[in-house]
C-alpha cells in the first residue's frame, strides 16, 4: 500500500509541474502571437496608405511610378519581419502544443495512481469490516468511469485551446498572403505605369519578338525607354554603312545576322542611346514591318518631345 501512496504523490507532483509548464508555454505563445498580430495590422495599415495615394496622389507619371515601388518594398519589407514573426509564434505553438500533450499524459498517469492508492486503501480496510469483492470491483468500475470522463474533459479543453491557436496563426498567415499580394499589385501597377500600355509588336524570321508600349520597348527581357530611339528598316549593306552600327558590328552584336546573311535580306533595326536590336524581316512581313517601325518612330517621338520639355538641360548634352 506504501508504494501506491508514493506513486500516487509523485505522480501528482509531475502532473502538477507539467502544468505549470503548460501554464508558460501558453503565455508564451500568446505573446508571440499577440506580436505577430499587431504587426499584420500595421501592415494593413501601410496598405492602406499606399491605396489611399493611389486615389488621391499624383498623377505625373514618375511619381506614380516611384510611389508604387516605394510601396511594393515597404510591404515586402514588412512581409518579411512579419514572416519572423510568425515562424516565432509557430515554434510557441508547437511547443505549447506539445506540453499540452505531455500535460494530458501527466494527468491521466495521476489520476490513475491515485486511483490505485484509492483500491489500495480500500483493499486493507478492516474497520468497521473488511470490503466485499464486490465493493471493491464497484468502486473500481466508478473510478475507471471518473477517469475516462476527466480525460474526456481534458481533451475537450485541449482541442479547444489547439483551435483558438490555429485560428490566430490563421489569421496572421491571411495577412502575410494578403501582403505579399499587395506588394505584388503595386509592383505590376508600377512596371504598368512605368512602361505604358501595349501599342505594338513585331516577331522577326529569327522569333525575336520586339514589343511596343506606350513609353517603352522591350525585347528578349529588356526595357528602355522610347527617348531618343530610332527604328528603320535595313539591308546588310546599309547596316555595314552605319558608323554606329558597325561600331557594334565590330562588338559582336550583329555578328551572327552577317555570317548567314545570304543577300538581299532585310532587319528591323531599333537603336537607342545604350542599346541596339535587330530582328531579320520575313518577305511576306514587309508590310507589318514598316508599321511597326513607324509606330515606334512616331512613339519615340512624342516620348522625346515630352522628355525635352520636362527637362530642357537634356539639349545642352
Same mark, same amino acid.
Given at each position: 500500500?506504501?508504494?501506491?501512496?508514493?506513486?500516487?504523490?509523485?505522480? @501528482?507532483?509531475?502532473?502538477?509541474?507539467?502544468? !505549470?509548464?503548460?501554464?508558460?508555454?501558453?503565455? /508564451?505563445?500568446?505573446?508571440?502571437?499577440?506580436?505577430?498580430?499587431?504587426?499584420?495590422?500595421?501592415?494593413?495599415?501601410?496598405?492602406?496608405?499606399?491605396?489611399?495615394? +493611389?486615389?488621391?496622389?499624383?498623377?505625373?507619371? =514618375?511619381?506614380?511610378?516611384?510611389?508604387?515601388?516605394?510601396?511594393?518594398?515597404?510591404?515586402?519589407?514588412? !512581409?518579411?519581419?512579419? #514572416?519572423?514573426?510568425?515562424? &516565432?509564434?509557430?515554434?510557441?505553438?508547437?511547443?505549447?502544443?506539445?506540453?499540452?500533450?505531455?500535460?494530458?499524459? &501527466?494527468?491521466?498517469?495521476?489520476?490513475?495512481?491515485?486511483?490505485?492508492?484509492?483500491?489500495?486503501?480500500?483493499?486493507? #480496510?478492516?474497520?468497521?469490516?473488511?470490503? *466485499?469483492?464486490? /465493493?471493491?470491483?464497484?468502486?473500481?468500475?466508478?473510478?475507471?468511469?471518473?477517469?475516462?470522463? !476527466?480525460?474526456?474533459?481534458?481533451?475537450?479543453?485541449?482541442?479547444?485551446?489547439?483551435?483558438?491557436?490555429?485560428?490566430?496563426?490563421?489569421?496572421?498567415?491571411?495577412?502575410?498572403?494578403?501582403?505579399?499580394?499587395?506588394?505584388?499589385?503595386?509592383?505590376?501597377?508600377?512596371?504598368?505605369? +512605368?512602361?505604358?500600355?501595349?501599342? *505594338?509588336?513585331?516577331?522577326?524570321?529569327?522569333?525575336?519578338?520586339?514589343?511596343?508600349? @506606350? $513609353? #517603352?520597348? &522591350? %525585347?528578349?527581357?529588356?526595357? $528602355?525607354?522610347?527617348?531618343?530611339?530610332?527604328?528603320?528598316?535595313?539591308?546588310?549593306?546599309?547596316?555595314? *554603312?552605319?558608323?554606329?552600327?558597325?561600331?557594334?558590328?565590330?562588338?559582336?552584336?550583329?555578328?551572327?545576322?552577317?555570317?548567314?546573311?545570304?543577300?538581299? +535580306?532585310?532587319?528591323?533595326?531599333?537603336?537607342?542611346?545604350?542599346?541596339?536590336?535587330?530582328?531579320?524581316? $520575313?518577305?511576306?512581313?514587309?508590310?507589318?514591318?514598316?508599321?511597326?517601325?513607324?509606330?515606334?518612330?512616331?512613339?519615340?517621338?512624342? +516620348?522625346? %518631345?515630352?522628355?525635352?520639355?520636362? $527637362?530642357?538641360?537634356?539639349? =545642352?548634352?
Amino acid at each position: 500500500m506504501l508504494d501506491e501512496l508514493t506513486t500516487r504523490d509523485e505522480a @501528482q507532483a509531475a502532473a502538477e509541474a507539467q502544468d !505549470a509548464v503548460l501554464q508558460r508555454s501558453e503565455l /508564451d505563445f500568446r505573446g508571440a502571437a499577440s506580436e505577430a498580430e499587431s504587426f499584420a495590422e500595421r501592415i494593413g495599415a501601410t496598405v492602406a496608405g499606399f491605396e489611399g495615394t +493611389e486615389r488621391y496622389g499624383s498623377q505625373q507619371r =514618375d511619381v506614380i511610378v516611384s510611389t508604387r515601388q516605394a510601396a511594393a518594398a515597404l510591404i515586402l519589407e514588412q !512581409a518579411g519581419e512579419l #514572416q519572423q514573426l510568425l515562424d &516565432a509564434a509557430t515554434g510557441q505553438y508547437r511547443r505549447f502544443m506539445t506540453d499540452w500533450r505531455l500535460a494530458l499524459a &501527466a494527468r491521466k498517469k495521476s489520476r490513475r495512481a491515485a486511483g490505485n492508492a484509492e483500491l489500495a486503501l480500500l483493499a486493507n #480496510q478492516t474497520y468497521p469490516a473488511p470490503p *466485499s469483492r464486490q /465493493d471493491i470491483a464497484g468502486r473500481r468500475r466508478l473510478l475507471r468511469s471518473n477517469e475516462r470522463e !476527466a480525460i474526456r474533459r481534458d481533451l475537450d479543453e485541449f482541442r479547444k485551446a489547439r483551435e483558438r491557436a490555429r485560428y490566430r496563426l490563421g489569421t496572421v498567415r491571411t495577412a502575410l498572403r494578403s501582403a505579399k499580394r499587395s506588394a505584388a499589385m503595386f509592383t505590376r501597377k508600377a512596371d504598368q505605369a +512605368e512602361r505604358g500600355s501595349y501599342v *505594338s509588336s513585331f516577331i522577326g524570321n529569327d522569333a525575336v519578338r520586339i514589343t511596343l508600349y @506606350q $513609353h #517603352q520597348i &522591350a %525585347c528578349k527581357g529588356e526595357r $528602355h525607354p522610347l527617348v531618343m530611339v530610332n527604328a528603320s528598316i535595313m539591308n546588310g549593306t546599309e547596316m555595314q *554603312s552605319r558608323v554606329t552600327l558597325t561600331r557594334l558590328l565590330l562588338l559582336g552584336i550583329f555578328a551572327f545576322a552577317f555570317k548567314k546573311r545570304k543577300g538581299g +535580306e532585310k532587319y528591323v533595326v531599333i537603336e537607342g542611346p545604350d542599346f541596339a536590336w535587330m530582328t531579320e524581316v $520575313h518577305p511576306k512581313s514587309l508590310k507589318p514591318a514598316i508599321r511597326f517601325v513607324n509606330a515606334v518612330n512616331n512613339q519615340a517621338r512624342r +516620348e522625346t %518631345c515630352a522628355y525635352v520639355a520636362e $527637362h530642357p538641360e537634356s539639349l =545642352d548634352s
